[in-house]
């Protein structure tokens, strides 16, 4: 086989495999494990505490995933439109101890507000059975994974806002941007 035909050949094996594993889904009602990760200035940041306010976003991603980046103006236009209803967004890097130092000046450079933690053992992402990012997951209040997709492909954004949409109560939708709730 020639080198040519070779690279091919893995090329397409490897598509089918990102294909797959995007389609990957926990079972219905699987409850994603508690854990606790520390953010960009050394504080611990729990998933159960963030829960008690609402729903929240995880997303596995790393410096050198290019789609991962291309992901963050969507998640922020998401974590914009619900904030105010209480959705937090927590984007887990898997950078390793090498990449990690990247992590805050890119961050940084991309002008995000959401919540962004460190997981260099990957012992978090390896508990969500995270086996290539990106990996966006949605959890709702009592722990349930309502919503996961792996990759990144423009049609991701809208069924992620379509899934948080669900999850809040009328009065507290993308147009008010959680206005209406934050008043109740």
């Known amino acids: 086989m020639t080198r040519r035909a070779r690279a091919a050949l893995i090329a397409v094996f490897a598509a089918g495999f990102v294909l797959a ?9 699987a ?13 611990d940041v729990t998933l159960s505490e ?5 729903p929240v976003i995880v997303d596995f991603w790393a ?15 998401v974590f914009d439109s619900y904030e105010g209803c209480g959705l937090r967004v927590l984007a887990i890097s898997i950078d390793g101890p090498r990449s990690g130092s990247r992590v805050a000046s890119l961050i940084k450079s ?3 507000t959401f919540e962004v933690l460190l997981d260099p053992s990957q012992q978090i992402a390896k508990k969500l059975h995270v ?3 990106p990996r966006t997951l949605l959890i709702d209040t009592s722990g349930k994974i309502t919503y996961a997709v792996t990759g990144y492909r423009p049609t991701n954004h809208e069924q992620l ?8 109560p009328e009065g507290c939708d993308e147009a008010s941007g959680g206005a209406e709730a934050a008043v109740e």
């Open 110 to 112: 991309k002008g995000t």
């Open 31 to 43: 409850v994603a494990p508690d854990f606790t990760l520390s953010n960009l200035t050394g504080q």
């Open 131 to 133: 086996t290539s990012v």
């Open 50 to 54: 963030l829960l008690k306010d609402g």
């Open 63 to 77: 410096t050198w995933c290019k789609p991962c980046i291309k992901a963050f103006p969507d998640l922020q236009d």
């Open 161 to 168: 806002k379509a899934a948080v949409s669900a999850l809040f």
């Open 21 to 29: 594993a995007s389609t990957i889904s926990f079972a219905e009602d």
